[in-house]
């Protein structure tokens, strides 16, 4: 009698042992995906719209003499969107200027001014790096002779847009690099200029 009540407790708890094992539902594994970082417009950069501003700018001329001098610039433009824009600029060397050699010739003056597509290429929030592409006229008076030449022009820069339309530049433009300017025949004129600035965008 002992143990057929030994058997049937047995049964029993084999019984109950099988039913919660068949209640048991298998637990899926749970698989985290690595969230990617989305680089986001900044709402309040001005990437489209009339834009103005200034630059110190420093004008190279090669001729047969090397002329250089601070100058400054002023440009205006319209950013069709973060990618694109159009500009127009007005370069004017101030103060003195350094001739070499300094006896050779007396340079009085350099300027240039040129309509350029600005194509844009964004790095990161704000920061892009742009090209310049157009046409311009350079000009310099030399032992009081105006000596001018309207031709390609070209350039690279970088730029920074702060917020609330605020943004600085630095960029170097190719105002002429070739012979026969303005009729000089036989020399190879170089014509840039490297400028530092900062821009307002309406």
């Known amino acids: 009698m002992k143990k057929l009540a030994s058997t049937v407790a047995l049964?029993?708890?084999?019984?109950?042992?099988?039913?919660?094992?068949?209640?048991?539902?298998?637990?899926?594994p749970e698989i985290t995906v690595p969230l990617q970082d989305v680089v986001m417009l900044n709402d309040s950069i001005q990437y489209e719209g009339f834009y103005a501003g200034g630059a110190l700018s420093h004008?190279?001329?090669?001729e047969n003499v090397a002329a250089s001098s601070y100058a400054f610039t002023l440009l205006?433009?319209?950013?069709?969107n973060q990618y694109f824009g159009l500009e127009a600029r007005y370069t004017r060397s101030i103060g003195g200027m350094d001739v070499t050699p300094p006896a050779a010739a007396n340079v009085a003056s350099m300027e240039n001014y040129g309509l350029y597509a600005k194509p844009m290429y964004s790095i990161t929030t704000g920061l892009a790096l742009y090209g310049l592409a157009g046409y311009g006229r350079s000009s310099y008076d030399k032992n009081g002779v105006s000596y001018k030449k309207s031709a390609f022009q070209w350039g690279l820069g970088a730029k920074y847009e702060l917020s609330?339309?605020?943004?600085?530049?630095?960029?170097?433009i190719k105002m002429y690099s070739g012979k026969n300017y303005d009729g000089i025949t036989g020399l190879d004129v170089q014509f840039d200029g490297m400028n530092v600035g900062a821009t307002y965008t309406f």
Do not use: Q
Request: net charge negative; hydrophobic share 45%.
């Open 11 to 28: 049964l029993a708890i084999s019984g109950n042992l099988l039913m919660a094992g068949g209640s048991i539902s298998p637990v899926e």
């Open 59 to 62: 004008m190279t001329m090669y």
């Open 76 to 80: 205006a433009g319209y950013y069709f």
């Open 164 to 172: 609330n339309g605020v943004g600085l530049f630095i960029d170097y």
